[in-house]
Each structure stands twice: as C-alpha cells, then as structure tokens.
C-alpha cells in the first residue's frame, strides 16, 4: 500500500475512534475540543480522517477518555471494526444487537433491563 494511502487510512481509523469513544461519553465536538483545547473544527477534521492530531493533542484525548495513547489505535489493520475490550466491547455488542429490533422490543427489552437492574440493586444493598 502506497505511503500516502496508509497515512489516510489511519487518519480515517483513528477519526472513528475518536468519534467512537466521544459519542460514549455522550459528548459533542465543541464539549471534546473545549476540554482537549483545540477548536471543534479541528475536531471534525480529525473525526472525519483530514486531519492528524499532534502527539500532545493525542495525549491529552487519551486523558480525557481515561484510555492509553495506544488504545486510540486499537482497530483492526481492515478498519471494519475497532478492537474493543471488556467493558466497551460488551457496549458494542449491545448496541449492535438492539439495531437489529423494532422499536416495540426495544422498548420492552428496556422495561425488563431497568426492572431486574432495579431488583438486583435492591438485593444487593
């Protein structure tokens, strides 16, 4: 692969990534750059792939996500999907399984979630 495309491709990843782990945290781009103190155009650049940050812009999205540098860079080399552990992986694997439902047994499989979380909370003290 030519050195210009790879260069592309892992800006693109790393976008998604980045896009990935703000939409976690149920962040916009403009609540991303204020806390990582660079503008939210540059974040949609860097979200979208035009842009790469710089070691000290990674460094300090990393913090802001409570993840190492080098979980940013945590995706396959095809880039169909990230690599994700524990925690974050089982997220992703709930959300790709509610995709798949209507919106009635989304909202059913929400009732009994909350009702046995509920009830497991109470037992639990």
């Keep these: 692969m ?8 892992l800006k693109r990843l790393l ?3 980045i896009v990935y782990l703000r939409r976690g945290a149920r962040w916009s781009q403009a609540q991303l750059a204020e806390k ?12 979208r792939g035009e842009r790469a940050p710089s ?3 990674l460094e300090k999205i990393a913090r802001v996500f409570n993840v190492r540098v080098k ?3 945590d ?3 095809s880039g169909s999907e990230d690599r994700l552990a524990g925690r974050d992986k ?3 694997d709930l959300v790709l399984f509610l995709r798949t439902k209507t919106e009635d047994e989304i909202a ?3 009732k009994v979630v909350k009702g046995l979380y509920k009830e497991f909370k109470d037992v639990d003290g």
């Design 36 to 47: 990582i103190e660079v503008s939210d155009n540059f974040v949609g650049q860097i979200e």
């Design 90 to 92: 089982k997220i992703e």
């Design 75 to 77: 995706f396959d080399e």
């Design 71 to 73: 979980d940013l860079f």
């Design 15 to 17: 976008g998604r990534r």
């Design 2 to 9: 030519p050195e210009k495309s790879r260069a592309k491709d």
């Design 108 to 110: 059913f499989i929400d």
């Design 55 to 57: 070691i000290c812009t």
